[in-house]
Nanobody
């Protein structure tokens, strides 16, 4: 599975942005998909995820109420809709496909990763 994340950019605080993660090589419908981010000098952290069944969604506390993860099976694409953005949301955002049976919140449960897209939120 090849994943490509795009849609990042520069946005003012309070603004919105939608990231997309397009897959090729295999359908995403069998995978839970997650979004992670890594700010400069910090470790990669979980943002949100969506299960392959249900679907069910999961969010970090920092994302709850502001971010929404969704998927379009027909387009083999997963989205991260971000609103009310804050400067602390500035990071490189990665999408990933979960393969292993570990926690959906842990990056170690994901095998396939996109290349990342930079989101910069100005104050």
């Amino acid at each position: 599975v090849q994943l490509q994340a795009f849609g990042g950019g520069l946005v003012q605080a309070g603004g919105s942005l939608r990231l997309s993660c397009a897959a090729s090589g295999r359908t995403l419908s069998s995978y839970a998909m997650g979004w992670f981010r890594q700010a400069p000098g910090k470790e990669r952290e979980f943002v949100g995820a969506i299960s392959w069944s249900g679907p069910f969604t999961y969010y970090a506390d920092s994302a709850k109420g502001r971010f929404t993860v969704s998927r379009d099976s027909a387009k083999n694409t997963v989205y991260l809709q971000m609103s009310s953005l804050k400067p602390e949301d500035t990071a490189v955002y990665y999408c990933a496909a979960r393969i292993y049976s570990g926690s959906i919140y842990e990056s170690s449960s994901y095998l396939y990763w996109g290349q990342g897209t930079l989101v910069t939120v100005s104050s």
